[in-house]
T-cell receptor, first 115, second 109 residues
Framework: DSGVTQTPKHLITATGQRVTLRCSPRSGDLSVYWYQQSLDQGLQFLIQYYNGEERAKGNILERFSAQQFPDLHSELNLSSLELGDSALYFC??????????????FGEGSRLTVL | DAKTTQPNSMESNEEEPVHLPCNHSTISGTDYIHWYRQLPSQGPEYVIHGLTSNVNNRMASLAIAEDRKSSTLILHRATLRDAAVYYCILFSGNTPLVFGKGTRLSVIA
């Protein structure tokens, strides 16, 4: 158990819909990262937040947005869903010891299926 | 981003040592070498990291070449539970971890 909690574990929805994925980081971790893993693209970095502020942005579509709340949990919002958005979405956290050392703790992921 | 090159797949017998290679010829002086693994249906899991010296922990050992252009993750006795995709990643501290395709390790009983 990494200490990172993601909900929901599975989600099935239709094209054009909007969903929200939730992540609770390990206790005390200030950084939250979102990654997308699909069969053809591998693990792709989407976005990072540190203590409520956006820190880095990767290949995140404009239809996707995220935020980190004062209690440090994070949400990833996916809208106008397309079939190609079907993937595993992982959240990771780091930062308990201070400066980022590169050691990330990943949750078990949220599997999104768009029909 | 500095890139790493790993074999697509490797196979090992159970209880035998496994040496997973990684080439990173464009590594910079401040890049750490990180290894993660991803078991089936799970999120990636940190394994080990190092800068210049060889490193050991309870999961594995990391051997780093003297010129730092390559490294090897060593699993001393492979078990069926070690079957996973292993990722070798260079990390400079300024950008998030970028995962490549990794090496898919199969362990045969």
């Amino acid at each position: 158990d990494s200490g990172v909690t993601q909900t929901p574990k599975h989600l099935i929805t239709a094209t054009g819909q909007r969903v929200t994925l939730r992540c609770s980081p390990r206790s005390g971790d200030l950084s939250v990262y979102w990654y997308q893993q699909s069969l053809d693209q591998g693990l792709q970095f989407l976005i990072q937040y540190y203590n409520g502020e956006e820190r880095a942005k990767g290949n995140i579509l404009e239809r996707f947005s995220a935020q980190q709340f004062p209690d440090l949990h994070s949400e990833l919002n996916l809208s106008s869903l397309e079939l190609g958005d079907s993937a595993l979405y992982f959240c990771a956290s780091s930062g308990r010891q201070g400066p980022h050392t590169g050691e990330l703790f990943f949750g078990e992921g949220s599997r999104l299926t768009v029909l | 981003d500095a890139k790493t090159t790993q074999p697509n797949s490797m196979e090992s017998n159970e209880e035998e040592p496994v040496h997973l290679p990684c080439n990173h010829s464009t590594i910079s002086g401040t890049d750490y070498i990180h290894w993660y693994r991803q078991l089936p249906s799970q999120g990636p899991e940190y394994v080990i990291h190092g800068l210049t010296s060889n490193v050991n922990n309870r999961m594995a050992s990391l051997a780093i070449a003297e010129d730092r252009k390559s490294s090897t993750l060593i699993l001393h006795r492979a078990t069926l539970r070690d079957a996973a995709v292993y990722y070798c990643i260079l990390f400079s501290g300024n950008t998030p971890l970028v995962f490549g395709k990794g090496t898919r390790l199969s362990v045969i009983a």
